[in-house]
């Protein structure tokens, strides 16, 4: 009887006043946005999308029905984040209102205002150094059509597309507005940036998302070209012609004609094919490529339908790598320097503290802290591994790449009959999985003040503490790394008479000279440090000098084993064939054509470990 005296009294009330809803109706509408705190993170819910705040302050998802529109998994990626130099955190969050968060750093904020089919940011800083904001969309993302333009691209797309709408094979999407453009592949996924965000102003950014009809794909979804070459690691001697095989599938229902043209980047093409390709076929067509000297070579390779390009694809391919051999350049007091730094090195007192880890040995093996006192004084904290049946065990020093986020417990190579110290030459905790801060520019104006002699420094200690273990064969050591790890290895093997092997993957600081002009991130730090400070070019120079790899390599002492991928952009291919090419005759190189800074992955850890098998026996 009650329920249906509030139905009748309901119904009396809105025939009366047809614009008024009552208290009891309103009552039973839920709000059109939910916020809630789940743990450390903080979920915004809508009937449109479901969006998640990392305890960071940073928009780490963004899902449509089921699609995850975002990707915070790949790289240095939050998803939606603030860069400067690194990715800025904004861990003190609040709530002001039902719908609203505003996450805060140091310097930067951003308030997020979650409507029922938008969330709406604003940002601000107050740093003086660059600061962008990056969208790393997921890879379900398939395409992308300009909201300005109407143009429309395959994902991942290159293009000056501030507002963009990015859809999924599903029907969802985002439109992203208020950016500068979008590019990729970055890690194979698309990236939205809004770039050089200035600072002392609130900057309005949206991102409106919903669920609509599958998007046609364009022509460029249905073919796919690939380039690929028949020599290994498309390396070519004198004497033979570099060719490229091009494959070409059309994957629609209909016969498209188009030209196929192939040139080096910044120049014309210098060869066209024509082709035509019936529904659901493949074809295939050979180019020379117009090598004339040793080099490394990019050919990019475009197909055009009705005059309109609709898919392109490149692919690398060395010349005479081995003639790529600028001669070292060591600057004056390069000797004395390193002399200098080894003298104080072996001058500190060995001091160190081995703390076990029981959570993490098992009975094969032990783990736990090694904490040491550095080649500066200062302390520094490496994962000890080692098989748990006493004995003297060949060793491995591992050295981090430039910017790694977490050291890993080297248990895997314990397992395998290692010792292993693997460090962080920053002096960052263990624990941590945050990237540290930028330090390439530190201290650049003089060799005796930059950040790399305290690191390099900090590394030849290193390998006092691991050769004072009790498990350790101090007769078999060897030192790995990546990246700027890479380099250092190569300085310690050129240092220090210990180092029986190195594993230097993807060097950075070959050939700087060029390296710097060529190479992309870290490179970057000191070329925006340079743009910034002119007058102190010369300086930063040769003090780079100091520490390029390709001055130590007719030193190295040792065995030395080094991987490079013929995409990398981080450390270019040239540079790193400098490298090797200067080094001594035991050395191998695994060249990977088809590979960017990653160089090989997996299949390039167990080459490698399969080459320290056959250099220090087990």
């Not at 049946?389 to 060793?395: L, Q, T």
């Not at 900090?458 to 007769?475: C, F, T």
Request: net charge neutral.
């Amino acid at each position: 009887m009650r329920a249906c005296a509030t139905a009748v009294l309901l119904f009396l009330l809105k025939a009366a006043a047809p614009g008024v809803v009552c208290a009891a109706e309103q009552k039973e509408q839920p709000p059109a946005v939910t916020l809630e705190k789940q743990g450390a993170e903080h979920i915004a819910s809508s009937p449109a999308y479901r969006a998640r705040i990392g305890p960071d302050g940073n928009l780490h998802s963004l899902v449509v029905g089921s699609t995850e529109l975002l990707d915070d998994t790949v790289s240095i990626s939050r998803g939606v984040y603030l860069y400067s130099g690194e990715v800025v955190s904004l861990a003190d969050i609040s709530s002001p209102a039902a719908d609203t968060l505003v996450a805060r750093g140091e310097q930067f904020s951003i308030a997020y205002t979650f409507l029922p089919s938008e969330v709406r940011m604003v940002l601000r800083h107050t740093s003086p150094k660059p600061v962008s904001l990056f969208a790393v969309l997921s890879a379900g993302i398939t395409l992308v059509t300009s909201m300005e333009t109407q143009e429309s691209a395959s994902a991942p797309a290159d293009q000056p597309w501030g507002t963009a709408k990015f859809a999924a094979s599903s029907g969802a999407f985002i439109t992203l507005r208020g950016g500068t453009r979008i590019w990729g592949p970055w890690m194979g996924r698309q990236v939205w940036e809004a770039a050089l965000i200035p600072p002392s102003r609130d900057v309005q950014i949206a991102a409106v998302l919903g669920q609509g009809p599958l998007p046609a794909p364009p022509t460029g979804q249905l073919v796919t070209m690939t380039a690929s070459c028949d020599m290994p690691g498309h390396m070519f001697s004198a004497g033979e012609t570099p060719t490229v095989n091009v494959a070409i599938e059309n994957r629609s229902d209909h016969t498209l004609s188009g030209e196929v043209s192939a040139k080096l980047p910044g120049q014309p093409p210098y060869g066209t094919e024509q082709v035509s390709l019936a529904p659901k076929s493949k074809s295939s067509l050979r180019f020379p490529v117009p090598v004339t000297q040793p080099d490394v070579y990019r050919v990019v390779f475009s197909l055009a339908v009705e005059g309109a390009e609709v898919v392109t694809t490149d692919v690398s391919i060395a010349y005479q790598a081995d003639r790529i051999k600028p001669s070292p350049s060591p600057p004056d007091g390069f000797s004395s320097f390193w002399s200098s730094v080894v003298r104080g090195v072996r001058s500190i007192p060995l001091e160190m503290e081995f703390t076990p880890d029981d959570a993490r040995s098992d009975p094969w093996i032990v783990v736990g802290k090694l904490r040491y006192r550095g080649g500066e004084g200062e302390y520094i904290s490496g994962w000890y591994c080692a098989p748990a049946e006493k004995g003297r065990y060949r060793a491995m020093l591992q050295l981090p790449g430039y910017g790694a986020r977490h050291i890993a417990v080297p248990s895997a190579l314990a397992r395998r009959g290692w010792a292993v110290l693997s460090i962080d030459f920053t002096g960052r905790d263990l624990e941590s999985r945050d990237a540290p801060p930028p330090y390439l520019t530190d201290g650049i104006l003089s060799p005796a003040t930059y950040s790399l002699r305290k690191i390099a420094a900090h590394s030849l200690k290193a390998i006092d503490a691991l050769a004072s273990q009790p498990q350790v064969d101090s007769s078999r050591i060897a030192v790995s790394g990546p990246g700027l790890g890479a380099a250092l290895a190569i300085t310690l093997g050129a240092l220090d008479e210990r180092v029986r092997a190195v594993a230097a993957d993807v060097p950075l600081f070959c050939n700087v000279n060029e390296a710097l002009a060529s190479g992309q991130w870290p490179y970057s730090e000191i070329r925006d440090y340079v743009r910034m400070h002119p007058a102190h070019d010369k300086a930063v120079m040769r003090t780079l000098s100091f520490f390029d790899a390709v001055n130590f390599a007719p030193t190295v002492k040792c065995p030395v084993m080094i991987s490079l991928g013929l995409r990398d952009t981080t450390s270019p291919p040239r540079p790193v064939f400098a490298l090797f090419n200067n080094l001594p005759e035991h050395k191998q190189i695994e060249v990977y054509p088809q590979a960017g800074h990653e160089a090989g992955g997996s299949a390039h850890w167990k080459a490698k470990l399969d080459w320290l098998d056959g250099v220090l026996p087990p």
